[in-house]
């Protein structure tokens, strides 16, 4: 699969699950697993870090 | 079968974790994602797949609190409890309530507006450190050395105007080696501590790369550990401890989704296991 902002190869692995990130290792941009069946992965664009974000 | 149920907005290591200890113990799991789930005032726990008990685990900490609150409404069984999200979420609720509670904790300081801080800053003197109400990794979190620097950081705060920027949390600086002690508790029981060790600077956070080494639980910890928990209402909690040199040991922060990647590599004790073993023991009978 490949990055949709920059198109580089995305190397997603086979244990992934829906809701973890994916980091582009070329541009740097973060996706989320929207769903995965198999090999078909649907990607969306990440949510960026909030004020509120942490423990 | 017993359902655990993990509530997660961005699935990290430590959801994992939980998910698979959970099947490893036994039990039914499911995960859901906080973001793309729908509630109104009609829902009822039978219309998600929530299982018999929720684990809390959102990163955003409003999203998480105002989502336990919905699973309250539905009498869904959360860990934590919204009270205790609540507490802990916000600094100033947190510290009140473990003075209130006599933990040992940093005096701080509170004013409702920059001019005031500042004037308590004058008469109190400098260092005092300054954090945000609302806000984790250490964010905003910076020591006012003087005059100079409290201006600056005023002004900053003065422009910025959020909903919280009105209320100044200022906090005396520990004297203390680089480093604190985060104190992991399930249900008021210590299970695991570690040092954070700064690298540079005051800020002793993880998830600014500070080292983490493990950390015997002393008496003193366990028992400070322990009150800490039972202030802020118990559950699953990450307390963060100092060593001041003059006090002993003080409670600065509670954390309500507490992160333990780092710690559960290196603790003796089964970390995600423990959590998920007192997740069943909340279902209620």
């Known amino acids: ?55 | 079968m017993t359902k655990v149920c993990i509530v997660f907005d961005r699935l990290r290591s430590e959801e994992k974790m939980l998910q698979k200890e959970a099947s490893d113990l036994g039990y039914d799991t499911s995960m859901l994602d906080a973001k793309i789930t729908q509630i109104n005032t009609d829902s009822k726990k039978e219309d998600f797949d929530l299982g018999d008990v929720v684990l809390e685990r959102c990163v955003s900490y409003f999203r998480g609190l105002h989502f336990t609150s919905s699973l309250e409404f539905m009498d869904v069984t959360a860990i934590n409890k919204y009270d205790v999200a609540n507490i802990c979420g916000n600094k100033m609720i947190m510290t009140l309530c473990l003075k209130k509670n006599n933990v040992p904790t940093p005096k701080t300081y509170f004013s409702f507006s920059s001019e005031s801080a500042f004037e308590n800053l004058e008469k109190v003197g400098y260092p005092l450190v300054i954090k945000p109400l609302i806000g984790s990794w250490g964010r905003g979190v910076m020591p006012l050395k003087d005059k100079d620097s409290a201006e600056a950081v005023m002004e900053i705060r003065d422009i910025n105007d959020g909903p919280h920027d009105r209320i100044y949390y200022l906090q005396e600086l520990i004297q203390r080696p680089p480093r604190d002690i985060r104190v992991i508790t399930i249900g008021d029981e210590p299970v695991a501590a570690m040092y954070r060790k700064s690298l540079e600077g005051f800020k002793t956070n993880i998830a600014l790369g500070a080292d983490p080494e493990i950390c015997e639980i002393t008496k003193e910890m366990e028992d400070i550990a322990i009150k800490a928990s039972k202030a802020v209402g118990g559950g699953i909690l990450g307390i963060d401890m100092m060593e001041d040199e003059k006090q002993g040991l003080v409670v600065h922060e509670v954390n309500n989704t507490v992160e333990f990647k780092g710690l559960a590599r290196v603790a003796k004790r089964n970390i995600p296991k423990a959590m998920v073993e007192y997740a069943i023991s909340c279902i209620r009978k």
Not at chain 1, 1 to 12: F, G, K, Q, R, S
């Open chain 1, 1 to 55: 699969m490949n990055c949709p902002e920059c198109d580089a190869t995305l190397n997603i692995p086979d244990d992934a699950s829906v809701g973890e990130i994916i980091s582009c290792p070329d541009c740097g941009a973060d996706f989320e697993i929207a769903s995965k069946d198999g090999a078909n992965v649907q990607l969306k664009q990440a949510e960026s870090v909030g004020e509120d974000w942490g423990e």
